[in-house]
């Protein structure tokens, strides 16, 4: 692997496992939080709940997100880069072989078309490594597609580690009672400024 690939590869593979790190810590993170939440929210008298319900709501509302298209054209480096493990993969050109080899070859060449459709050129570009193909570096646009990858990555670990959740699982128990109470009373003081 050509050195300046191989930095950026172990870039890139540090930020994924980073994110998926953060992410599962965070999923339990938020369910315990959404627990305390829910059993102060219990206690709230009707009026109060019904001022968290319609601010819910309307966050709600406002976070609905629409996927990338899967059709997304993908064009550049990635596509030919794919082409080039295809010629090695594809399952036809592999029809007369033994049935170990069809299906080694069938499961990398799935593999591939997936990584080519998420545009993920650093990838296939291990695949075909492993394959022994020779491939070029990527150019100036794929690297800044990949250097803009791994900024989204990192963007979204600290999005994580900022929230209440987050910061109210590091606290002890008399100090996590403390930080909800304070962030009911901002829930409510946001809720009375939006509709003032």
Known sequence: MHSS????W???EYHTLELEETQGEFKKRKAEFEF???????KLPVLQK???DSMLTEQNAGTAVIPPSTQEKREGNTHSLF???AKHTHP???AMRDEQTRLEKAIVFKRAKNLAEKGDWLGLYKIAQELGIEVEPPGEEERQKIEKTIEGMHRKVQEMLK???WKWYDLGSDNRVKYMEAYYTE????HEEAHT
Request: avoid cysteine; hydrophobic fraction near 40%; charged fraction near 40%.
């Open 10 to 12: 172990l870039k890139y």
């Open 187 to 190: 829930v409510f003081k946001l």
């Open 163 to 165: 929230t209440s959740a």
């Open 36 to 42: 305390a939440f829910r059993k102060k929210y219990d």
């Open 83 to 85: 082409k080039e493990v």
């Open 92 to 94: 036809d050109k592999h």
């Open 5 to 8: 690939v191989k930095k950026l």
């Open 50 to 52: 019904s001022f968290i």
